[in-house]
Structures are given as C-alpha cells and as structure tokens.
C-alpha cells in the first residue's frame, strides 16, 4: 500500500528563497517603470513614471499591482501582463553575480529535503510564476518543482495572498488534496497566513521571533529547520497520516 504524503506548501520569497540581501528587490521599482514605460501608454517622461511608480509602491506596497492601481485604471494598462514584464527585467538589469552564487548556494542545501520522497510540495508566492520557476531553475532545484505546482500572483488572478484564498485553492487541487487541513503552508508573515489557515490549512510561521497569533499552527526559526523536522518526522512515523 502506497504511503500518503505531507502536503507542504511554500511561499517563495524570504521563506524558500531567501533573499541574502534586503535590498534585493529594491530595483523593482526601476523595473516596474521601464515596463510601463515600454507601454508608451503614459504622458510621462521617464522619471516621472519611475517617481509615480516608487509612490505607489511606498503607499500601496503589493496593492499597487492590483486593479485599483491609478496606472492601470486612468490608462487602462494590463495589470498582470506589466506585472510579469517588471520582474523580467528585473532578473536581467537587478541580478548580481553574487545574488547568483548565493541562490545556487541555497539550492545545494535545499536539494535533499526537496527530494524527500515523504513531501509533496507546492509553491503559492506574489510573485509571478516565471519569475519563481527562473529563480528555481538558477538554484538548480526547478526539477524537483514542477511548474503546475508554481501558483504564481499572475496564474492566481492577481489576487494577493493577504486578500485571497485563490492560490491556496489553487495549490491543493493541483496537490489533488481535498481536505486541507492535511496540508501545511510556510510563510514569514501573518497577513498571508492568516488567510491560509481560514482556507482550513495548517500553518507554519517562519519567524526568529515567536509571535503568538491564532492563524500559527507552529513557528520555526527557519524553513530549512521545519523541513528536517518534517523528514525525521514522517520517517519516525510511516503510518501517520498528517
């Protein structure tokens, strides 16, 4: 008999992928701006596009890719397909040689835990599906992570995860799981979290800092430490279904 797997779902950034440096993302804003710019949909030169882009950004944070965003409702500009093209052109100008080493780095470690034969994984992340897929692909892991499982915010409709359930949805039914509190998701913030658990699934909060909330089934310092824990923990106990 065939034995059930754990469910896990993982967000991506700062969770499967850490960034290595908090300025990572920085460049999106200069990305998101050459991408409407592109557009020549707006007019605006390009600095005032940038400026309004780093507005937006600053007082909507990840709102400012949804619908209600000014760019996309005064202009009629296609929210998922600027969305896509920004991180593109971020993973070609923003990447460094050193961002490169330090994911191929991460993916080294990560190579045994993802090939546990005990998980199932799937990805729910804000970020677009290829911007994942491309990252996994240069950590050397994208064959363990097909991209049926990459639940991006573009494949999600555009529905952020603090608002949404859509991805979560989405990620059990390629995971053909009908009962979701047999899947756990990881994440580092609660926002998200929290819509997870009301979805019925259990939470892992991925935090140096204990933070007692009633959306956090359990805490870990780090992913790569609930992983091993999640491994020896099915391997101790092959009849537990979780």
């Given at each position: 008999?065939?034995?059930?797997?754990?469910?896990?779902?993982?967000?991506?950034?700062?969770?499967?992928?850490?960034?290595?440096?908090?300025?990572?993302?920085?460049?999106?804003?200069?990305?998101?701006?050459?991408?409407?710019?592109?557009?020549?949909?707006?007019?605006?030169?390009?600095?005032?596009?940038?400026?309004?882009?780093?507005?937006?950004?600053?007082?909507?944070?990840?709102?400012?890719?949804?619908?209600?965003?000014?760019?996309?409702?005064?202009?009629?500009?296609?929210?998922?397909?600027?969305?896509?093209?920004?991180?593109?052109?971020?993973?070609?100008?923003h990447v460094t040689e050193d961002d490169i080493k330090h994911m191929q780095a991460q993916g080294a470690h990560?190579?045994?835990?993802?090939?546990?034969?005990?998980?199932?994984?799937?990805?729910v992340s804000n970020s677009p599906q290829g911007y994942v897929s491309k990252i996994l692909e240069v950590m050397?892991?994208?064959?363990?992570?097909?991209?049926?499982?990459?639940?991006?915010?573009?494949?999600?409709?555009?529905?952020?995860?603090?608002?949404?359930?859509?991805?979560?949805?989405?990620?059990?039914?390629?995971?053909?799981?009908?009962?979701?509190?047999?899947?756990?998701?990881?994440?580092?913030?609660?926002?998200?979290?929290?819509?997870?658990?009301?979805?019925?699934?259990?939470?892992?909060?991925?935090?140096?800092?204990?933070?007692?909330?009633?959306?956090?089934?359990?805490?870990?310092?780090?992913?790569?430490?609930?992983?091993?824990?999640?491994?020896?923990?099915?391997?101790?106990?092959?009849?537990?279904?979780?």
């Amino acid at each position: 008999m065939a034995m059930q797997k754990t469910p896990l779902i993982l967000d991506f950034d700062q969770c499967l992928f850490d960034h290595g440096r908090e300025d990572f993302l920085y460049g999106l804003s200069t990305a998101y701006a050459d991408a409407v710019a592109e557009t020549n949909a707006l007019p605006f030169a390009h600095e005032d596009i940038y400026q309004k882009v780093s507005h937006a950004f600053q007082t909507q944070g990840m709102q400012a890719f949804t619908y209600d965003d000014f760019l996309f409702k005064e202009y009629g500009l296609d929210p998922k397909a600027l969305y896509v093209r920004a991180f593109e052109i971020f993973l070609k100008k923003h990447v460094t040689e050193d961002d490169i080493k330090h994911m191929q780095a991460q993916g080294a470690h990560y190579v045994p835990l993802l090939s546990n034969a005990d998980l199932d994984i799937a990805i729910v992340s804000n970020s677009p599906q290829g911007y994942v897929s491309k990252i996994l692909e240069v950590m050397g892991i994208k064959h363990l992570i097909s991209d049926e499982r990459i639940i991006g915010l573009d494949t999600a409709n555009m529905n952020l995860k603090e608002n949404s359930d859509a991805g979560f949805q989405m990620a059990l039914s390629r995971l053909h799981i009908t009962n979701p509190q047999a899947a756990y998701y990881a994440d580092d913030r609660v926002e998200d979290l929290t819509t997870a658990f009301n979805a019925g699934l259990q939470t892992i909060h991925i935090t140096k800092t204990a933070q007692a909330h009633p959306c956090i089934c359990h805490t870990s310092d780090t992913l790569t430490d609930w992983m091993h824990f999640m491994r020896h923990y099915t391997c101790l106990n092959k009849a537990l279904t979780f």
